[in-house]
């Protein structure tokens, strides 16, 4: 009779790294090396074998039927998860009547494999088990077969290759816990090149002094995540004198057709010895509108705890910026308590202000420093402490110069991006000016949210004391440089995979930004077998399945295509609604725009008679007021204009729907002198008279275009 069963009811297990992985053709071999435990029905087994970072990995598992069916005929379901850009390598059955004998899946036409499990499902009178993938999934694999009395169902093997991970200096291929009801202990038989010692669950492995190669077996249990790692041999980490020391870094490589060379690396920054604290404190506040009340307290929470986790002898002070620059103190004092209330006074709603002028901050705290540098000792930290919307015409380039050099101080610098716990990430051009500046410097820049301060100044001060981040990280060999990584902060990394051009390079080698310095870690690869290294460096992206029909057994392998993420319009605007945008322009800028015109000097009859028209465009970005700039104007009074773009930094304003992005008010002003003859009225009195003519003009065209069609009524 037909039958229907969850993947729960099943057994089924999910085998799945973290790391990248990549297909090879249905003929790669295991690791004549790794011998395999005994097998049998009870358990799962996994066989790995590691040369640098790379790893090949071969799974065999029983599969089971839905309970409950028929006793002559049975289908399991299975989902392989593997992580982005993994692709399987081969995937063979194998019957329990056929002993020793492993039946290949083969890539096969679409529409004639699916054809093809659908008849073997009929012959045997088999509903297909229905189950969603779930998200990461990469193949869904179906097996039908005949059963035989006695006989239990058949046998997968499947393999990939993976690219570990760094996890320090150590690298590591991990295996979340499988979604089983009833899953299965899993026997674990690993064998790693060039390790100083493996790790497997529950067990640590040293290696002999003379040993080239570590083997070790182990056991997983059932249900539960585990990993395998292992620390690679000092000649085998590359190395570079003081500077390479900074870089932990493994290659693989293999030789491809054409002379091509294709090359994996894993690579980290070291977890250097930790320095002292630093001698003081100069900290750069952002005290502009975009800030908002959330976000002004959580920086006042970030420089009292900061401050409060430094010997309390150390000195400080306060530079707070929007459009111009406040000092705290007149000079440097230590965290007592009554100078940090003196910092608290200072960060209050009252004290926000429109605009943001962040070269200006940079270039009054150089010229403290090479003032009074001596009031904050030789090892100094300048502290950020921003919500990141500034302005994008300042580069890094024009912050470092704002800052200049600051002779006789050891000089580091922490960019502490700090927003409330639901607001959006600060934008990129202000990210990479500031990064930039940082990595000329030394130091760190750090994303803290409200509701994580204590544990991110946490890791940023750790950071800190262990020689702040490396920057701008690039793969070089011969002329060629490729980006590797914009920021490493210590004991993070990441993974490189490349196809090389030929003739081969001569040498590979790291090279980072650390200070303002640039580091170099030399590569030395080690070689792996083509098939092994070619699927990282030639992504398939193909959706052909792969399949096998035997008299006996159907199996099915298909490719499930990554879920799609969901679009966005990203035009770049923000939104805010016309209405209260043009009341906050008419109560509160328009009676300023009116003194401007009035107070004018009527010294001549053409001052009298002054008339013209002005454009003005005033910028506005999280609720702040951050730019104001004449677009066009008639007028010929550059007192008058001046005094429009001083009086839009007054105002208060909303914020945008997505606050990062701008919105301009275009705000059209008619300037003509009032007839004597006129008779006042109370319409005078009125914000709006006939002299001004207010139109938001790029709002309104921003919503007309995204208002929705006219439905057709017929």
């Not at 702040?468 to 210590?490: I, K, M, N, T, Y």
């Not at 104001?628 to 008058?640: F, M, Q, R, V, Y």
Request: with cysteine; net charge neutral.
């Amino acid at each position: 009779m037909p039958q229907t069963c969850s993947r729960r009811a099943l057994g089924i297990g999910r085998v799945a790294g973290t790391l990248a992985a990549a297909a090879l053709s249905t003929g790669a071999t295991a690791p004549a090396a790794v011998a395999a435990q005994p097998w049998h029905d009870a358990e799962s087994a996994v066989a790995i074998s590691i040369r640098g970072p790379l790893a090949l990995v071969e799974v065999t598992r029983p599969l089971s039927a839905a309970p409950g069916g028929r006793a002559d005929a049975g289908e399991a379901l299975l989902d392989l998860a593997l992580p982005a850009h993994a692709v399987l390598l081969s995937a063979d059955v194998r019957e329990r009547t056929d002993a020793g004998r492993w039946r290949s899946l083969t890539t096969f036409d679409a529409a004639g494999a699916r054809a093809g499990y659908a008849d073997a499902l009929q012959a045997r009178g088999l509903t297909p088990v229905s189950d969603a993938t779930e998200e990461g999934t990469s193949h869904r694999l179906r097996v039908v077969w005949t059963a035989e009395p006695g006989q239990g169902g058949p046998v997968l093997r499947y393999r990939f290759s993976a690219l570990l991970e760094s996890a320090g200096e150590r690298l590591r291929l991990r295996f979340p816990s499988p979604p089983d009801r009833f899953p299965l202990p899993t026997a674990i038989n690993l064998r790693a090149a060039g390790a100083a010692d493996i790790a497997l669950p529950g067990q640590r492995i040293a290696a002999g002094a003379h040993a080239s190669t570590v083997h070790a077996s182990g056991r997983a249990p059932a249900g539960a995540a585990w990993e395998v790692s292992y620390l690679p041999r000092p000649a085998d980490a590359a190395k570079d004198g003081r500077d390479g020391a900074l870089i932990a870094a493994t290659a693989a490589t293999a030789r491809l057709p054409g002379g091509e060379r294709a090359l994996a690396v894993v690579a980290a920054a070291r977890l250097t010895d930790k320095s002292e604290p630093p001698s003081g404190v100069l900290f750069l506040i952002d005290r502009s509108r975009s800030v908002g009340l959330p976000g002004l307290s959580a920086q006042r929470d970030v420089a009292r705890q900061l401050m409060e986790s430094l010997p309390p002898d150390t000195p400080f002070d306060a530079l707070f910026f929007d459009r111009a620059v406040k000092r705290l103190f007149a000079t440097a004092r230590p965290a007592t308590g009554e100078a940090l209330a003196a910092l608290d006074g200072e960060m209050v709603p009252d004290r926000l202000a429109n605009g943001t002028d962040v070269a200006l901050a940079f270039r009054t705290a150089g010229q403290l420093l090479r003032r009074e540098g001596g009031a904050f000792g030789s090892r100094p930290l300048l502290v950020m402490i921003t919500d990141g919307a500034l302005p994008d015409a300042d580069s890094g380039d024009d912050l470092q110069k704002a800052l200049g050099a600051v002779p006789g101080l050891e000089l580091s610098v922490a960019v502490l991006l700090v927003r409330a716990s639901d607001d959006e990430t600060a934008p990129a051009p202000a990210r990479a000016a500031l990064r930039r500046l940082v990595a000329g410097r030394g130091g760190i820049q750090r994303d803290i949210s409200a509701g994580q301060i204590p544990d991110g100044l946490r890791s940023a001060s750790d950071a800190l004391a262990r020689g702040g981040d490396l920057f701008r990280v690039e793969l070089v060999g011969g002329e060629r440089r490729r980006a590797f990584s914009p920021q490493w902060a210590p004991g993070e990394g990441a993974t490189f995979v490349e196809r090389w051009p030929a003739p081969p390079s001569p040498g590979f080698a790291l090279r980072a930004l650390h200070h303002g310095t640039e580091v170099t870690t030399a590569l030395r690869p080690v070689t792996v077998p083509a098939d092994w290294l070619r699927p990282l460096a030639e992504p398939t992206t193909s959706a052909t399945p792969w399949y096998l029909s035997t008299a006996r057994l159907t199996a099915l392998a298909e490719p499930v295509p990554p879920a799609a993420s969901s679009a966005t319009a990203e035009d770049g605007r923000g939104t805010v609604d016309r209405t209260v945008v043009q009341n906050t322009l008419a109560l509160a800028f328009m009676p300023r725009a009116r003194a401007c015109y009035q107070t004018r000097t009527a010294a001549t009859p053409a001052a009298r008679d002054l008339t013209g028209r002005v454009r003005l465009a005033i910028d506005l970005i999280r609720g702040e007021v951050a730019a104001a700039h004449i677009e066009s104007s008639t007028l010929g009074s550059p007192i008058i204009e001046s005094c429009l773009r001083e009086s839009a930094f007054a105002l208060e304003v909303p914020r945008a729907s997505r606050s990062d992005a701008p919105v301009t008010a275009i705000v059209n002003l008619v300037f003509r002198p009032r007839p004597a003859e006129k008779i006042h009225t109370a319409e005078d009195t009125f914000p709006i008279g006939d002299e001004i003519d207010l139109a938001l003009e790029e709002l309104r065209r921003f919503e007309q275009a995204r208002a929705p069609a006219p439905t057709n009524s017929r």
